[in-house]
């Protein structure tokens, strides 16, 4: 069983930066996808970021260029740099991580970014 605890969430002005960290309790397989989900008032959960490699990882287009998604194998942690934030990044961050066809989700840290 893998327990996912996000942390870093909060209200920033657009413009502002935040970081987002999350932990994994057992062991994670570097070749595991982690990654960051959003979901937006409204909207549904969609992908942010995701790694299972230094040289495997992606950004959906609306972010590219201002987050910055990196992990720790060693500590089970992955974490996403977000900056020049602007308020339709508003949401509810999600911790994933995939084993096989499986998904393990955190319970959410919000981010409210403000105009």
């Known amino acids: 069983q893998v327990q996912l605890v996000e942390s870093g969430g909060g209200l920033v002005q657009a413009g502002g930066s935040l970081r987002l960290s999350c932990v994994a309790s057992g062991s994670i397989a570097s070749r595991w996808p982690m990654g960051w989900y959003r979901q937006a008032p409204g909207k549904q959960r969609e992908l942010v970021a995701s790694?299972?490699?230094?040289?495997?990882?992606y950004y959906a287009d609306s972010v590219k260029g201002r987050f910055t998604i990196s992990r720790d194998n060693a500590k089970n942690t992955v974490t996403l740099d977000m900056n020049n934030l602007k308020p339709e990044d508003t949401g509810v961050y999600y911790c994933n991580v995939r084993i096989g066809t499986y998904n393990y989700w955190g319970k959410g840290t919000l981010v409210t970014v403000s105009s």
């Open positions: 790694t299972a490699s230094s040289s495997n990882t």
